[in-house]
């Protein structure tokens, strides 16, 4: 199993392959939960039993984790020695910078990512303000 992670009130597209360019026939909420075979392609990850009209469809990995996530809905200050990247998705492109003692709102979090009000920050770096 996997879980979707993203920004709240949004979804990820499931595709009918694994690019870009592939149709999109449904879309998985925040935290919802998927079954996978784990095939990998494109940066995309095969998901199986959907409630679509395909039994299987492709995610963007990059806003997949392998631990559940749970709702925070809270502010939380970053803890660093140094900078933190904000990223985009998951392990994707950095957008910003935040520095130790910087606040975010935290919307949802799992053991090793967390989705903020600034985008997407490893869950290592935040504690409850």
Not at 49 to 76: C, F, H, K, Q
Not at 91 to 107: F, H, P
């Amino acid at each position: 199993e996997v879980w979707v992670l993203c920004m709240p009130d949004s979804e990820v597209n499931v595709r009918e392959r694994p690019k870009k360019t592939g149709e999109i026939f449904g879309g998985a909420m925040c935290g919802a939960c998927m079954w996978t075979d784990n095939v990998k392609k494109n940066g995309y990850l095969h998901v199986l039993d959907l409630a679509a009209e395909s039994d299987t469809g492709w995610i963007s990995a990059r806003y997949v984790v392998y631990d559940e996530p749970v709702e925070v809905n809270a502010v939380m200050e970053i803890r660093s020695d140094g900078r933190v990247a904000c990223r985009k998705t998951i392990g994707g492109k950095r957008r910003s910078w935040l520095r130790n003692g910087d606040t975010v709102r935290v919307y949802w979090a799992s053991r090793e990512w967390a989705v903020t009000d600034h985008g997407f920050v490893q869950a290592k770096y935040l504690e409850r303000d």
